[in-house]
């Protein structure tokens, strides 16, 4: 089932208990909210607002910085500013092609945004293609501005420095160019499991491994970005299992969905040798991978689309990945000792 189907179940669920549309609507994402999940309206708000901007939706992006999910907060901020800059440059571009001309800046000034919306009946987006882009010019640094005060929240310094000058490529109408390409490295299976060794081995502290990798895949190309993408996310599906996911809630205490997926991220940011171990249930193996580090790894999910934005200004497209459906046999939460009594042992789980 898709994040979609998932919550228009649900709100299908509540207009039936007598709640309008919009009422039905905040009632799932509170019922998300209560039950912590996060990273499902994250999702959601992705693929069904598709980058739309509303102030309805303020409350929601607050509460993952609220809840401590800094990441969310500040990735959803970006996916917002990243996808209203991808669909001026697209029209703005087509203008120039399509009329053979470059408008200039001064041009655009001699149209203020409120005389636009006042008298946006006159001339309706579909009628004059030119008007309609002066207007996104002045909606893309309002926002801009809505989004460096979002950032500053956070004292988020780095995005704030990158927010203005975004905002003035714009107003100059000039595109910002994609950052030069200095790891001329194809990204294959054995180039993926290399960057990530590489990353751990030249870090001292475990917290500077996404940063530090996500510099390291800027420097590539967009293509090899994707790929890195599209590869992290099949390792990700190859553990789908059962066994794993007990695996994962016994040595965490508790793994809901959400939280095996950060788990999956972080055994594939361990490196190959790990991955294996883990992905064949090698019990001989097991105890010592987790002795040094918390077993989730949110961020790592998201690098590679964080270094893509980076380098092209733009949002990446999501790579086609075939879904593995879950393996094994499903365990309880009551029984789960009963089904994994070494494990439980191992890790002193349920003694």
């Known amino acids: 089932m898709s994040i979609r189907d998932d919550f228009f179940d649900l709100e299908d669920i509540y207009s039936k208990e007598g709640y309008d549309w919009d009422e039905a609507y905040h009632m799932v994402c509170k019922q998300w909210i209560k039950e912590g999940k996060y990273k499902k309206l994250y999702d959601f708000f992705v693929a069904e607002i598709e980058g739309n901007y509303v102030e309805s939706i303020n409350p929601y992006i607050d509460t993952f910085l609220e809840h401590g999910y800094k990441k969310l907060y500040v990735k959803y901020w970006n996916f917002l500013l990243n996808t209203q800059l991808k669909k001026f440059w697209y029209a703005f571009d087509y203008y120039k092609k399509t009329r053979n001309r470059t408008p200039t800046t001064e041009e655009f000034l001699s149209h203020d945004m409120k005389t636009l919306e006042e008298n946006a009946d006159k001339y309706p987006a579909y009628q004059d293609f030119y008007l309609n882009i002066v207007y996104d010019w002045h909606k893309v640094q309002k926002f801009i501005n809505r989004y460096i005060q979002a ?24 595109k910002p160019k994609a950052k030069k390409m200095t790891d001329k490295r194809k990204i294959d299976e054995n180039t993926f499991w290399e960057l990530i060794k590489e ?25 090899e970005i994707k790929k890195f993408q ?5 390792k990700m599906e ?31 940011s361990k490196g190959k040798e790990v991955f294996e171990s883990i992905k064949n249930m090698q019990m001989d193996h097991l105890k010592k991978l987790f002795e040094n580090e918390e077993p989730q ?4 999910m998201y690098v590679a689309q964080e270094a893509y934005e980076r380098k092209k ?7 086609r990945v075939k879904s593995i459906p879950i393996q094994g046999k ?6 789960i000792c009963k089904s994994y009594p070494e494990l439980c042992q191992m890790f002193n789980y349920g003694i």
């Open 238 to 268: 190859e553990l789908n299992h059962w066994d794993i996911w007990a695996l994962a809630y016994i040595v965490r205490g508790g793994c809901g969905d959400d939280e095996f997926d950060y788990f999956k991220a972080w055994v594939v």
């Open 313 to 319: 200004y733009d949002v990446m497209p999501t790579p």
């Open 199 to 223: 990353t751990r081995e030249e870090i001292e502290d475990t917290s500077e491994f996404t940063d530090r990798l996500r510099d390291k895949l800027e420097s590539m190309s967009a293509v």
């Open 230 to 234: 599209k590869l992290l996310l099949q």
């Open 330 to 335: 499903e365990w309880s939460e009551e029984n």
């Open 151 to 174: 950032m500053q929240k956070i004292d988020a310094t780095e995005e704030i420095e990158k927010a203005k000058l975004l905002k003035e490529s714009v107003y100059n109408l000039k």
């Open 297 to 300: 790894l949110e961020a790592f």
